[in-house]
């Protein structure tokens, strides 16, 4: 069965899942739409998108460190004190933390990429692709599919779950959301790493051993 991005769209509007568990749905109901509807239903992820809309002020800041070099603050959020407590919500949190010290992210998600850095980034891949030969006509399809490559690598949601790679963490995030029954949002992070943006000086190999000799 050939599942259509029509049929995946008729499905999100009638759910308000995420994309990715619509087309799934559709794939496991074999294309069928009351099938796939019903699916969604039963793993809760039909009601997220509302889930999703509400305010989630409560929480909890997360700290870890990575064998003394790299270290994260992450704020992740819930609607209620109650969850925050929860267990799930917490290891979920760490599973963020962690995220953030092993990828390296620079944004939570796509829309707090400054569009000069994305307009600077386009033009870099566009050049890119010119200077491979590729032509004119297909090099602004090409940096489309390049942008959406650069925003898996700076923006947190956008990237592969280290424990997981088959799903984005922004899937993960609506899992949790479906299986605790509340909006969650990662709110913001910081992430620090010995010697991060220190011009480190160099010496010649043989000037050092000198030096070392009194020399």
Known sequence: MNITAAMVKEIREKTGAGMMDCKKALADAEGNMEKAVEILREKGLAAVA???GRIAAEGLVEAYIHGGRIGVLVEV?????????????????????????ASNPQY???????????????????????????PEKIV???????????????CLLEQPFVKNPDITVSELLTEKIAKIGENISVRRFVRFEVGEGIEKKSENFA????KQMGQ
């Open 207 to 210: 000037e050092e051993v000198a």
């Open 140 to 154: 602004e399809k090409m940096v489309e599919g390049r942008i959406d490559k650069f925003y898996k690598e700076v």
């Open 77 to 101: 959020n819930s609607e209620t004190d109650f969850v925050a407590k929860n267990q799930e919500f917490k290891d979920f949190v760490k599973d963020v933390a962690m995220q953030i010290a």
């Open 50 to 52: 509302k889930k999703a």
């Open 108 to 134: 939570v998600s796509r829309e707090e990429v400054p569009q000069d850095e994305i307009e600077k980034e386009k033009d870099i891949l566009k050049k890119q692709a010119l200077n491979e030969g590729k």
